[in-house]
């Protein structure tokens, strides 16, 4: 294939559109990021109303694109990925529609690893852009997700003894939040100001707080919640209920961290187990690749690899189990 074949050109069309789409959704999320910070430094709790007009605008100037997204949301829609999508979305705090991520990720996964695949016809190449354009995106995405969760998990204690510090000097509920999101930073400080902005439109305290526990997915924070939601319900001292709250979650904290230092070894001993074997067999094959050839070539070899594979898989899960407590 040359590439002045008609398949090679709409290719590399389908590749350079896909790119094209990517770099234009990954810097309207960065202008609206930064919009978002600034509305939240003065006060607000998300993009700025021009921010979505020019959204829109972009929308209209670009028809094609526009039917594109609609499309897949549609079949998105009824396939159930939509809302995982947006739910994670919203989770990781990323300021993009789930529509427009998941047809970029289409785009790109579909176009640019057959791309690689008719016109270089290299393995190695394939494989990368295999894992960079299908396996990656996904794969980030869930790190997000759990970095921001563990960061937020991390200033839940001193979260809730600053609010219960501000319920004894007088304040109310509503103006305890209020006082705590300007003080807080992101994670928790962008979630209480959401709170509190959805607050002032009019909405319960109960289901801002509930649409921000699915939103954050934290067993700790769903704790806190049902605690206010307890005693708004059959009354008490909120401010000493807040405090014994914040207390267990500290204590379950060191004994996360006290079982983490007692399994580092198991866990070690896992990641060696599989990083081990592939490591030693790759640096065997560059030194001798005579030696190793046969492992790659004879059907003797292709079984001795499948069962090492099989071996390696069930030995790192078992001390994953078994290394694996819940506190």
């Known amino acids: 294939m040359t590439l002045h074949d008609p398949v090679a050109l709409l290719c590399i069309a389908g590749a350079a559109a896909g790119f094209a789409v990517m770099g234009v959704l990954v810097v309207r999320m960065m202008a609206e990021a930064k919009q978002a910070r600034a509305s939240a430094a003065a006060g607000g709790s998300g993009p700025l109303p021009s921010a979505n007009r020019r959204r829109d605008q972009a929308y209209e100037s670009s028809p094609m694109v526009k039917r594109a997204i609609e499309l897949t949301a549609n079949l998105a829609e009824r396939r159930g990925v939509l809302g995982s999508v947006e ?27 057959t791309a690689v695949l008719l016109l270089l016809r290299t393995p190695m190449l394939v494989v990368l852009s295999l894992l960079v354009f299908v396996a990656a995106p996904p794969f980030t995405l869930k790190f997000l997700v759990s970095r921001r969760r563990k960061k937020f998990i991390a200033q839940l204690p001193d979260a809730l003894t600053t609010l219960a510090g501000s319920l004894r000097a007088g ?74 709250v914040g207390e267990t979650m500290r204590a379950r904290s060191r004994l996360k961290g006290e079982v983490k230092a007692l399994t580092a070894e198991g866990r070690a001993s896992a990641m060696m187990l599989v990083v081990m074997p592939p490591a030693l067999g790759m640096v065997m094959y560059a030194v001798n690749p005579d030696y190793m050839r046969p492992m790659l070539t004879q059907t003797g070899g292709h079984i001795m690899l499948g069962i090492s594979a099989v071996m390696i898989v069930g030995g790192f899960f078992w001390m994953k189990k078994v290394v694996s407590i819940d506190v």
């Open 87 to 113: 739910r994670k979305l919203r989770a990781a705090d990323i300021p993009l529609r789930p529509a427009e991520v998941i047809f970029a990720y289409v785009l790109l996964a579909s176009v640019v690893p």
């Open 171 to 244: 304040r109310s509920l509503g103006q305890a939040l209020e006082a705590l999101a300007r003080e807080m930073p992101s994670p928790m400080g962008r979630e209480l100001r959401k709170i509190v902005a959805e607050l002032r439109l009019g909405r319960k305290l109960s289901e801002s707080l509930d649409d921000a526990v699915d939103r954050i997915g934290s067993p700790d924070f769903r704790w806190a919640v049902l605690a206010i939601q307890i005693q708004a319900e059959v009354g008490g001292n909120l401010a000493e209920l807040l405090d014994r």
